[in-house]
């Protein structure tokens, strides 16, 4: 029964990473801090690959410019949009609803990432504490599962000291701008071969 468990995480652990809005807020961000501007039509380009849909993209495109992240440029031939960068929020991809409004899931990940990277040497309450902030709550709870999820990956490392659980973030788990994404795969597992059937879907878990 070991043996299949270790060959299930195996075979999951080659599923893609989460794509969408992710992949086409790379390419929007790239385009502009390098040319100054972006249209549907590149992005729309660059991610066929991922059976992306224009309209997907002119969707996501126009909530960005409600949040006041891209601007307007100007009109482009056969009408196209032309759009620049108006506020740079960084690398990780901006979660905007319809209205332009900003999602606060995840935040608190990305909060407490931010501070294991300051601070290195944590508890579960000291990240809870720290990583909290007007518009983010993170819980106690909430700290201590991700900071398991980071150790059981290799990032972090934990020790107990006076009765508590310390973790300390390993130097080589910086590896970029982006925090980790926690991943939950969804599959289909054959019982009776012992194989994954498919490719298996990733999506990011939330802040819970």
Do not use: F
């Amino acid at each position: 029964m070991a043996r299949r468990s270790i060959k299930i995480m195996a075979e999951l652990a080659e599923a893609e990473a989460p794509r969408g809005h992710q992949a086409y807020w790379r390419l929007i961000r790239e385009a502009c801090l390098a040319r100054g501007e972006v249209t549907v039509r590149e992005v729309a380009e660059a991610c066929a690959a991922t059976r992306s849909t224009r309209a997907t993209i002119i969707g996501y495109m126009a909530r960005l410019g409600r949040a006041g992240i891209l601007t307007r440029l100007r009109v482009g031939a056969h009408g196209t949009t032309v759009w620049g960068l108006a506020e740079d929020p960084g690398p990780l991809t901006p979660m905007i609803r319809r209205d332009g409004t900003r999602y606060t899931r995840g935040l608190g990940r990305e909060q407490m990432w931010r501070t294991l990277t300051i601070h290195k040497r944590v508890t579960a309450r000291d990240l809870a504490y720290w990583a909290r902030t007007t518009d983010v709550s993170v819980s106690e709870a909430s700290a201590k599962e991700y900071c398991e999820a980071l150790t059981a990956a290799g990032l972090l490392v934990r020790t107990r000291e006076a009765g508590r659980m310390v973790y300390e973030l390993l130097p080589s788990a910086l590896t970029g701008p982006l925090p980790p994404a926690v991943i939950e795969l969804k599959a289909v597992y054959d019982r009776n071969t012992g194989k994954v059937l498919g490719r298996p879907i990733a999506r990011e878990v939330g802040d819970g």
